[in-house]
């Protein structure tokens, strides 16, 4: 099994920064590709970045250029960088595990979720 537990949400200004961590428990993070994705009110959940075992990345075309997904096995944490932020970035982000070693596209490719974190750009 492996819990993840989010942090570094918070309110930012348009242009600002802001990086959100996901801490992973259990041993077998390194063996994990890892996702967030974040949903806005009235809108689908959708997938940001994607990270694989062998740290390979997937963008949105949406972040892609100022979004920077990484891990650091030894601590067991993912982190989203996020710059230039814009108000359409407003959305709760969710953290995600996969049993696969391999990046994953769908939400069916995920089998372990953080709780989310609330990013809230103003303009």
């Known amino acids: 099994q492996v819990q993840l537990v989010e942090s570094g949400g918070g309110l930012v200004q348009a242009g600002g920064s802001l990086r959100l961590s996901c801490a992973a428990s259990g041993r077998t993070f390194s063996s994990n590709a890892m996702g967030w994705y974040r949903q806005a009110p009235g809108k689908e959940r959708e997938l940001v970045a994607a990270i694989s075992s062998f740290s390979s990345t997937y963008y949105a075309d949406s972040v892609k250029g100022r979004f920077t997904l990484s891990r650091d096995n030894a601590k067991n944490t993912a982190y989203l960088q996020m710059n230039s932020l814009k108000p359409e970035d407003t959305a709760v982000y969710y953290c995600?595990?996969?049993?696969?070693?391999?990046?994953?596209?769908?939400?069916?490719?995920?089998?372990?979720w953080g709780q989310g974190t609330q990013v809230t750009v103003s303009s």
């Open positions: 995600a595990a996969s049993r696969s070693l391999f990046i994953r596209t769908m939400e069916a490719g995920y089998d372990y």
